[in-house]
């Protein structure tokens, strides 16, 4: 355990209503928030735009917008983004980064973004499985459990989704790694069925192979959920493993800017993490 209070930071740093609808409040008023409770450094990580309209979130589609129009939406926020990075040079330490989505066409597309806005790091995140969108909504779930036939193959085909996505994007923050929980109130044993605990073992080590780091998420806790994303046998295997994690608060709003994120830390710390926080961006280094 570090003899010190870690540090406050945020390597998913979540969303604004500027740039996302299902958030509040603009990056502006957020940033200066994460400034107020003292944090050392966040990092941005708005939306991947669509690649195109087949793949806009149902909000989206209600409002009418168009995956043109989120994608120009991007080129401001990066625009934004870097000009708060510029503003609070010296208080803040911010980091532009981007979440990715994983659905069909969105690996390449996240490749060139990456490289087109010099964006300093991914969150390579996992909403969809084979094209479906999950995590929106209780009812988009259970499509997507209809589907799939039950919460074990739900449970493999996120898994395997997620490895092929750390694979081809090698994103320096693998985001909520198992989200797929989310509507399954069961999910403890679920995550001890074989062929579910082997697919989240083989993708850990995948992430230690690569030295990639694991969002360890308190977003969760925000919603009402008993524990972060990842759920405690995951975080103990990735420990097991050195897997470096950071915190990451995903604020959707003013409201939840840090939310949880001392008892995330607590957690770490009860765990035996040494919450050093590594830079989420190369070349790795600790501060």
């Known amino acids: 355990m570090s003899q010190q209070q870690p540090r406050l930071v945020s390597a998913h740093g979540g969303h604004s209503g500027q740039f996302c609808l299902h958030a509040r ?28 309209d087949a793949f806009l979130y149902p909000d989206e589609r209600e409002a009418g917008l168009t995956a043109n129009h989120l994608q120009q939406q991007f ?24 979440e990715t989505e994983y659905y069909p066409g969105s690996v390449d597309f996240a490749k060139q973004l990456k490289k087109e806005f010099d964006l300093d790091y991914l969150v390579g ?11 929106f909504s209780l009812a988009d779930y259970q499509r997507a459990f209809d589907e799939h036939g039950g919460y074990e193959p739900l449970y ?29 109130p069961d ?20 992430i230690r192979e690569l030295g990639l ?13 008993p524990e972060p994303y990842v759920s405690v046998p995951v975080l103990h295997h990735a420990l097991q493993l050195g897997i470096d994690l950071l915190p990451g608060d995903d604020s959707h709003g003013v409201d939840s800017v840090g939310a949880h994120l001392s008892t995330v830390i607590a957690l770490l710390q009860d765990a035996g993490y040494h919450c050093q926080w590594r830079f989420p961006t190369p070349p790795q280094q600790r501060i």
């Open 213 to 225: 780091i694991l969002d360890y998420n308190a977003r969760a806790l925000f919603k009402g959920a």
């Open 156 to 184: 493999c085909a996120y898994f395997d989704a997620q490895l092929t996505m750390i694979n081809a994007l090698q994103p320096e923050v693998v985001g909520h790694f198992d989200l797929i929980r989310l509507y399954d």
């Open 75 to 98: 080129v401001r926020y990066v625009e934004t983004a870097r000009q708060l990075q510029q503003d609070y040079r010296g208080r803040l330490t911010l980091f532009v980064g981007m």
């Open 25 to 52: 409040d603009t990056l502006a008023e957020m940033v200066e928030e994460y400034a107020r409770q003292g944090f050392a450094w966040v990092g941005l990580t708005e939306h991947m735009p669509p690649t195109e």
């Open 125 to 135: 995140s996992v909403h969809h499985v084979e094209g479906r969108c999950f995590d």
């Open 187 to 206: 999910y403890p044993t679920r995550l001890q069925c074989p062929a579910v605990e082997q697919r989240m073992r083989r993708n850990l080590q995948r």
